[in-house]
């Protein structure tokens, strides 16, 4: 009997053993399968050398509000809109956290280029003049500029701009259009695009040029204003980072894959109704 009670004893004692071992596997499979799960959703694109502030954190320069490009602000807590929604996809495949802090447009460029942010998402035109700050990724948004009025004005193109006050947002490419492509007597600058949209709807200037598809946004929801004219520039938007960051490098590879797996016209789609154009999938 007592070696029978022993043998029992070891059987159970074995089985309890097994059981926990299974046990202790499924939790390390458990933990393995989050941990894949995790670093998928992380990202594949390697950025060890890339410059970043705090490591496995993207720290995005912006300049909010400027719908549907960046709807609400980052202090808000309601920040969304085109250029957040892809920064945040990018971040995706990057395996970075990405956090938002709202800047001025008129020095979001030397801000980046001196260290403040990795990098910018601020509905940015690519130019000469600013790829000398800084280095820009490949393009995401081709656009135009469009010139505003109130509803009912005589002004219906740039060249009836003559002797007026226009309206722009300060460091913007409109503002450039409106200082060298017309007769304004003087060209009023802004901090915010919406200040200046403001000042056509008061009539503190006679009208305002900004990005078109800010001024779609605005025409819609504010009313009081409507677009005279849409100036062809064939502007490209891009992702300003530091000089010289091989972050920019895996921005431009996260962009590619995002174009390849549909996400990016997911995105056109939502906030513009189309497919990204063929200078956007075809840009890089």
Do not use: H, W
């Not at 808000?76 to 990405?98: R, S, Y």
């Not at 000398?132 to 009912?152: C, I, M």
Request: aromatic residues 6%; hydrophobic residues 40%.
């Amino acid at each position: 009997m007592k070696n029978s009670k022993t043998k029992l004893l070891s059987i159970i004692v074995l089985v309890v053993g097994m059981l926990a071992l299974v046990a202790g596997c499924g939790d390390d499979d458990s933990t393995t399968s989050d941990g894949t799960s995790a670093s998928s959703e992380s990202g594949t694109i390697d950025v060890s050398d890339a410059t970043l502030i705090e490591d496995g954190q993207l720290l995005v320069g912006t300049d909010a509000p400027y719908p549907p490009f960046e709807i609400g602000t980052p202090e808000e807590g309601n920040f969304t809109g085109f250029d957040k929604d892809l920064m945040d996809a990018i971040a995706a495949k990057l395996g970075l956290e990405p956090t938002y802090q709202n800047s001025s447009f008129d020095t979001i460029f030397r801000d980046v280029a001196s260290g403040q942010f990795d990098i910018v998402a601020a509905a940015s035109t690519i130019t000469p003049a600013r790829s000398k700050v800084v280095t820009f990724s490949r393009p995401y948004y081709e656009a135009q500029q469009a010139l505003v009025v109130p509803e009912g004005s005589d002004i219906a193109t740039t060249d009836d701009l003559a002797g007026e006050i226009v309206g722009a947002q300060q460091g913007t490419t409109g503002q450039t259009v409106a200082e060298d492509d017309t007769d304004a007597s003087e060209v009023r600058g802004f901090s915010k695009g919406a200040d200046a949209l403001a000042a056509v709807t008061t009539e503190q200037v006679a009208a305002a040029i900004v990005d078109q598809p800010f001024a779609a946004d605005a025409v819609e929801k504010q009313g009081g204003i409507e677009i005279a004219e849409e100036i062809p520039t064939n502007e490209l938007y891009g992702f300003p980072t530091a000089p010289d960051n091989p972050l920019s490098e895996a921005v431009d590879q996260a962009i590619g894959e995002l174009i390849e797996d549909g996400t990016m016209d997911e995105l056109y789609q939502e906030y513009f109704s189309t497919d990204a154009p063929a200078s956007v999938t075809e840009g890089g």
